[in-house]
């Protein structure tokens, strides 16, 4: 494995592997990396010959009172698991390598990318989209990872693949959990273990509200009524919100009549958590 930090030696290796015939799969991440990081370059390495996954903790998606400064950067034990995959190149490249002076160009997704996430924090996909073109036009990828856990950036990401033509297949990958239902993330480091204990209403929410779904209920309103009032009882919960909107568009709807998510974001103490189930029977 080799860990590189410029576009230009980044282009170089990808270079070389393609002259070698082999498909390239790319794993963009900020770094702090766990079992769901993981379980995408477990899948970009079952089906690719070549693995890049880049750490990069994009200034651009955080807003002002984000945690930028305080976000985990954890390099060195990083590389270790990346070695442990077998990933065959990590790019890390600094703020500047990215960002050069007089940077000023932006890809912007409407649609999805404006609900939910995008009215809570303006700019952040904004900053997300961007620096994922950036990254894809740098790895020249044939597949390219994403988690369900983000559930709207994956959605954000597939529709500017889409629409911008962009020549690769963006593979959604499954939300890796605890055992005890947590959703993974390097923000849950951040929660006491009250907190943790409290935050496992969410992922019991979801569940129950697909249970109900499964079990025929179609009312959008019935159905969040259900996760709303089980978080608002379990703790002194801040909901940003709990939606159930089409799993394409993310537009909200009122009754369920073709494939839905359930999207939440709940801050714990002073943890932002999100977390999402789909709604649509398994065909
Ligand atoms: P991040 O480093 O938080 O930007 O995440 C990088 C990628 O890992 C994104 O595609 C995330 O959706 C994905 N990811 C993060 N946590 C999980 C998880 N628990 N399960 C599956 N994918 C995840």
């Keep these: 494995m080799k860990l590189v930090h410029t576009i230009k030696e980044t282009r170089d290796e990808i270079t070389q592997a393609r002259r070698e015939g082999k498909i390239i799969g790319f794993v963009p991440t900020m770094g702090a990396l766990h079992e769901g990081h993981l379980t995408l370059v477990k899948r970009a390495r079952e089906e690719c010959g070549f693995v890049v996954v880049s750490i990069f903790v994009n200034p651009t998606q955080f807003g002002p009172s984000d945690d930028l400064d305080n976000y985990p950067r954890t390099l060195e034990s990083d ?28 890809v ?6 404006e609900m939910l996430e995008g009215a809570l924090r303006p700019g952040h996909f904004r900053g997300a989209t961007s620096v994922c073109a950036k990254l894809f036009n740098i790895t020249n990828p044939d597949f390219t990872y994403f988690g369900k ?42 929660l006491s273990s009250v907190e943790r204990n409290a935050a496992l209403v969410l992922s019991r ?7 109900v779904f499964d079990s025929g209920e179609r009312r959008v309103l019935t159905l969040k009524r259900i996760a709303e009032s089980m978080i608002a009882a379990e703790l002194m919960p801040r909901i940003d919100y709990v939606e159930i909107v089409d799993a394409e568009t993310l537009t909200p709807i ?4 073709r494939p839905a998510v359930l999207l939440l974001a709940v801050k714990i103490g002073s943890t932002r958590l999100i977390d999402n189930i789909e709604l649509w029977r398994e065909i």
Excluded at 83 to 103: H, K, N, T
Excluded at 205 to 211: C, G, N, S, T, W
Excluded at 254 to 257: A, G, L, M, R, V
């Design 79 to 106: 590389a270790h698991k990346c070695e442990q995959a077998v990933v065959d190149l990590i790019f890390a490249p600094s703020p500047a390598e990215m960002y050069p002076r007089g940077f000023d160009t932006w």
């Design 108 to 113: 912007e997704v409407n649609g999805p990318a």
């Design 149 to 190: 856990k983000d559930y709207q950036q994956l959605t954000v990401i597939r529709k500017m693949v889409r629409d911008l033509n962009l020549p690769m297949t963006v593979v959604p990958v499954d939300t890796v959990r605890e055992r005890d239902g947590l959703a993974i993330s390097s923000r849950n480091v951040y």
């Design 205 to 211: 929410a979801l569940k129950d509200v697909k249970a």
């Design 254 to 257: 009122d009754e369920i009549e």
